[in-house]
């Protein structure tokens, strides 16, 4: 019999995470230990990330975004759209 797995689990699978795909991008590659370092957060904390059990949270984009150099709109495209610049009528 196959293991269930839950949706939320194979949807977050789907897609690499940004923040994984920096971690292997590093050399040499970087655990999510030396990750939850770089951003000052728990290793638990990239897991979940990664895994898509949670979200970066609002207050800590900007500080992963600097210190990774992925842009906020890539670690959370469900706030791309509230993020963005509004213009102003002439």
């Known amino acids: 019999m196959t293991p269930l797995v839950p949706i939320w689990y194979k949807r977050a699978m789907a897609e690499v995470h940004p923040l994984r795909a920096f971690r292997k991008r590093q ?3 970087l655990s999510q230990q ?7 957060v728990r290793r638990p904390t990239v897991t979940r990330w990664e895994t898509g059990v949670r979200k970066v949270d609002e207050d ?3 500080k992963v975004a600097e210190r990774t150099g992925i842009p906020t709109a890539q670690l959370r495209p469900d706030l791309a ?3 963005q610049p ?5």
């Not at 509004?86 to 002439?90: C, K, L, N, S, W």
């Open 81 to 83: 759209a509230l993020m």
């Open 27 to 29: 050399q040499p590659p």
């Open 60 to 62: 800590l984009l900007p």
């Open 34 to 40: 030396g990750l939850a370092d770089l951003l000052d």
């Open 86 to 90: 509004t213009e102003r009528a002439p």
